[in-house]
């Protein structure tokens, strides 16, 4: 690649001696050196009110959903004001506050959270064989999967990574446990067809993993 074609960060990188930069694009960071991709804070001075911590919640961009299980702990408290009718800019109250602010208190520590962005074996072995593995749950606060691969090699011990995770708010109208556990089968069948078409794999079969028995016979009915 010329000179010019290059990103002005690398145009006089000395690749045999300098450390390698590190790339962001919507808070969201790859560090080169390590091939790894990591994740920033967002700025956390917004008023206390139901569009202040909607701003903070949607400004933490998370497109592989790895930081599913956080994040969604904040829309939890977003949705409780939304089930009390607070308005946009109504002030919370003391109890809401405190929950806000033990939330706020975590948020620098998606800083910490660094996850491999290749997904292969870190050795030379020659994947034979992959498959997807969906684990879906639910609880009366909301539903998701988390979706891995699995690559069996010929001499070593098959290698796992996580892919891609989902979640989503229980409704706000009441719903019982078994229908939230079969809505969030659906969601890992939405997710695997998702992957296999954009997946370059040659994927040979899908597992989906569940621990509701009744979700299990209403698939089989």
């Given at each position: 690649?010329?000179?010019d074609?290059?990103?002005e960060?690398?145009?006089?990188?000395?690749?045999?001696q300098?450390?390698?930069p590190?790339e962001?694009?919507?808070?969201v960071?790859?560090?080169?050196?390590?091939?790894?991709l990591?994740?920033?804070?967002?700025?956390?001075?917004k008023?206390?009110t139901r569009?202040?911590?909607?701003?903070?919640?949607?400004?933490?961009?998370?497109?592989?959903?790895?930081?599913?299980?956080?994040?969604?702990?904040?829309?939890?408290?977003?949705?409780?004001?939304?089930?009390?009718?607070?308005?946009?800019?109504?002030?919370?109250?003391?109890?809401?506050?405190?929950?806000?602010?033990?939330?706020?208190?975590?948020l620098p520590?998606?800083?910490?959270?660094?996850i491999?962005?290749?997904?292969?074996p870190?050795?030379?072995?020659?994947?034979?064989?992959?498959?997807?593995?969906?684990?879906c749950?639910?609880?009366?606060?909301g539903y998701?999967?988390?979706?891995?691969?699995?690559?069996?090699?010929?001499v070593?011990?098959?290698?796992c990574?996580?892919?891609?995770?989902?979640?989503?708010l229980a409704p706000?109208?009441?719903?019982?446990?078994?229908?939230?556990?079969?809505?969030?089968?659906?969601?890992?069948?939405?997710?695997?067809?998702?992957?296999?078409?954009?997946?370059?794999?040659?994927?040979?079969?899908?597992?989906?993993?569940?621990?509701?028995?009744i979700?299990l016979?209403?698939?089989?009915?």
């Open positions: 690649m010329s000179e074609d290059r990103a960060s690398i145009k006089l990188l000395d690749l045999s300098d450390t390698l590190a962001c694009a919507l808070r960071y790859w560090d080169v050196q390590t091939d790894s990591s994740f920033r804070s967002v700025n956390k001075n008023p206390y569009r202040g911590i909607l701003s903070i919640v949607s400004a933490v961009y998370d497109p592989m959903g790895f930081l599913c299980p956080f994040v969604l702990s904040a829309k939890v408290i977003v949705q409780d004001l939304c089930r009390r009718k607070y308005g946009w800019d109504d002030e919370l109250s003391p109890n809401d506050v405190l929950h806000w602010q033990q939330w706020l208190e975590d520590k998606v800083e910490q959270v660094k491999g962005r290749c997904v292969k870190p050795d030379d072995c020659k994947v034979e064989q992959y498959s997807l593995h969906h684990f749950d639910a609880s009366q606060i998701g999967v988390a979706s891995y691969v699995r690559m069996e090699c010929a070593k011990q098959p290698h990574s996580l892919i891609l995770g989902k979640s989503r706000i109208k009441s719903t019982t446990i078994p229908r939230l556990e079969l809505m969030a089968a659906v969601l890992a069948v939405k997710v695997d067809k998702m992957l296999h078409s954009e997946l370059d794999y040659e994927i040979k079969e899908s597992l989906f993993w569940t621990d509701s028995t979700v016979r209403y698939i089989l009915n």
